[in-house]
């Protein structure tokens, strides 16, 4: 569905493709006529996001007040006015901080978790200005927890019907690439390989001077424009994102043409920052020394250095006590139908290449990696018992690890550790594979909850796109992502092997 079509709107203004430079002559500049159009549509898209908020705000707080009054006292008296004001300021004001009205796609369960993850600081923002206001207020506190409870679903419900109306090209990456050389084609090969097409379309490919030369398309991808009419050729296929194969040096034309395209809102991106915004992944093969450089500052970032360990431990402790019920449960079952020792014990390389001792529940016969060494596990791996199969499903094994947590050598998200002979196979093969060792590896991980278990390199490889992402865009909210994506992969029994 297209919200607007800038060709026919060129056409009805008598516009030229042909390239113009604003306040020279008469005719109206087509880019920045194509860019006025996108931008309003834009902002009307926004707009609309933050009416749906508005409303959204007030329902929660008609709801809750409903149900406060229902449930604890038919007599509680709630100054709805004043808070609804409060709130539709706090609230809105956190969605802005929590970049929810930022265009992209998401799936429906992850926009829910997002209204989630920023109402709540939004909450804790309106009980400080209620007490601010009138402490007395604050007597009625199940009420914000009510209001709490409720309002992300309606923001997210509001983003879900937002995305099925509006075009895709506001809300999904239009991507061209620019180049025809064997650069461009690479990128354009990665693009299309990656599995995440459902995130973006690649739209088509830009020439440049150096490669025009009668070229119709690149690796199956149309060649919809030289650099002359770059930027209208790109917002009359309202592509939004360009992608460039190298960092140059680039032609004076190329640097121009580039620069005109980023002041109309056409983002300009390197292949390396372009792959990890389009899949979520780190280009493992395809990374210059800018990026190589940028992913050791995770070593000095607060929430890595700090906040990471407090929460770890924090969240470790209260889970502890389910925890050892569960491994208790466990290791009945597994003594009882399957002879041999409870744990797994094995080494394993922690953070900064540092190995430490591994325990897990036991779900293999004992002495498993005897005769072959170590070893992935394979489909229907003959291997594993019966209920360590069910353990592994249910990813019940990896319980035991919590003490790791405790102890400082894994951490609750990250890198999942390997063994040091295939980690030291892993190095030579894998460039950049030991770069996930600057943070310490955890129990699940953003290659987790994406990818299926290990059985081969190519596996390997993808997991380490993924690290790597995770380790360079390391925060709470993608943590608070990974562990709530963990519980579906546990009750979706994702994965298991």
Request: aromatic content about 8%.
């Amino acid at each position: 569905m297209l919200l607007f079509d800038t060709t026919q709107t060129a056409q009805g203004r008598g516009v030229s493709d042909g390239p113009s430079i604003a306040g020279v002559g008469d005719r109206p500049d087509p880019v920045a006529h194509y860019g006025r159009v996108y931008a309003r549509q834009k902002t009307r898209y926004q707009v609309c996001l933050v009416a749906g908020d508005i409303v959204s705000t007030v329902c929660a707080l008609l709801l809750a007040a409903y149900l406060f009054r229902q449930l604890f006292s038919a007599d509680a008296r709630i100054a709805l006015l004043p808070h609804s004001v409060i709130f539709v300021v706090c609230w809105v004001a956190a969605a802005f901080g929590g970049h929810l009205y930022t265009l992209s796609v998401r799936h429906p369960l992850m926009r829910i978790f997002d209204a989630y993850a920023s109402l709540f600081f939004g909450t804790l923002l309106a009980i400080a200005v209620a007490f601010l206001v009138n402490p007395a207020w604050l007597s009625s506190r199940i009420f914000y927890v009510l209001a709490y409870l409720l309002a992300p679903v309606l923001f997210g419900l509001s983003r879900i019907i937002a995305a099925g109306l509006v075009a895709d090209v506001l809300i999904k990456s239009r991507v061209a690439v620019l180049g025809t050389d064997s650069a461009a084609r690479e990128v354009v090969r990665h693009l299309f390989s990656n599995g995440g097409l459902d995130t973006y379309d690649l739209v088509g490919v830009v020439s440049t001077d150096e490669d025009l030369g009668g070229w119709e398309e690149i690796e199956g991808l149309p060649v919809i424009a030289g650099l002359q009419d770059c930027p209208q050729a790109l917002l009359r296929h309202q592509v939004n994102t360009i992608v460039i194969s190298h960092s140059g040096p680039f032609s004076e034309e190329v640097t121009r043409r580039l620069a005109q395209c980023d002041a109309i809102g056409i983002h300009v991106l390197r292949f390396e920052a372009a792959y990890e915004l389009l899949t979520s992944r780190a280009a493992v093969f395809n990374v210059g020394p800018d990026w190589l450089t940028s992913i050791e500052t995770v070593r000095y970032n607060k929430y890595a250095t700090r906040l990471k360990r407090v929460l770890d431990v924090a969240i470790t402790v209260l889970l502890m006590p389910l925890a050892a019920l569960i491994i208790g449960l466990c290791a009945i079952f597994i003594k009882a139908f399957s002879p041999g020792p409870v744990f797994y014990r094995h080494t394993r390389v922690g953070r900064d290449g540092r190995h430490f001792t591994f325990t897990k529940l036991r779900t293999m016969i004992p002495d498993a990696e005897a005769d072959t060494g170590p070893v992935w596990a394979a489909e229907n791996d003959p291997r594993i018992t019966g209920i360590g199969r069910i353990l592994r499903m249910m990813r019940l094994d990896e319980l035991p690890q919590l003490l790791h947590v405790l102890s400082g050598q894994m951490s609750l998200i990250g890198p999942r550790p390997e063994r040091p002979a295939i980690a030291e196979r892993l190095k030579q093969e894998i460039p950049l594979y030991e770069t996930r060792l600057i943070v310490r590896p955890g129990i699940t991980g953003w290659a987790q909850v994406n990818h299926k278990y290990d059985s081969n390199t190519e596996d390997v490889i993808e997991k380490l796109r993924y690290d790597l992402y995770y380790i360079r865009n390391l925060s709470l909210g993608l943590d608070l992502q990974i562990l709530l994506r963990t519980i579906g992969v546990v009750l979706g029994k994702k994965g298991a092997r």
